[in-house]
C-alpha cells in the first residue's frame, strides 16, 4: 500500500497537468523522501487523482518565500501564497517545500 498525500479537489487539475510542482506542509506533513511513489488524493472526499514521485523535501523558513516556490505553487505572487499558508498554519514559522512529478 502506497503512502498517500492529499490536495484540495481545486488543486487536482494543476497537480495533473504538471503546473504545480510542489506543495509546502508544516513538520506533520514532511515526512516524505525524494524517490518515493505517493498516492495523491482530494482531500475533501479521499479520491484519487493520480500517482506522484516525491523529488524533493526542502525545509523552508516563512519569511524566506520567494518566486521560486510560488511558482512551484502555480500562483502569481509571494503575497497569495503567504496569504494562503497564512489561513492553513496561522502561526507556523518553519515549513517544508514538497517537490513532486505525476508519475501516472
Known amino acids: ?8 479537489t481545486r488543486l487536482e487539475r494543476q497537480v495533473l497537468s504538471g503546473k504545480k510542482t510542489a506543495t509546502i506542509r508544516d513538520k506533520s506533513e514532511s ?3 525524494p524517490g518515493q511513489v505517493v498516492e495523491a488524493l482530494t482531500h475533501e472526499d ?3 487523482i493520480c500517482r506522484l514521485e516525491i523529488v524533493g523535501v526542502k525545509h523552508v ?22 496569504w ?6 496561522p502561526a507556523e514559522k518553519s515549513l517544508w517545500l514538497i517537490s513532486f512529478k505525476v508519475v501516472d
Open 1 to 8: 500500500m502506497l503512502d498517500n498525500i492529499t490536495f484540495f
Open 31 to 33: 515526512n516524505y523522501y
Open 46 to 48: 479521499g479520491r484519487t
Open 61 to 82: 523558513n516563512f519569511d524566506k518565500l520567494n518566486r521560486k516556490h510560488t511558482r512551484a505553487e502555480n500562483l502569481p505572487f509571494v503575497f497569495m501564497l503567504k
Open 84 to 89: 494562503i499558508l497564512r489561513k492553513i498554519y
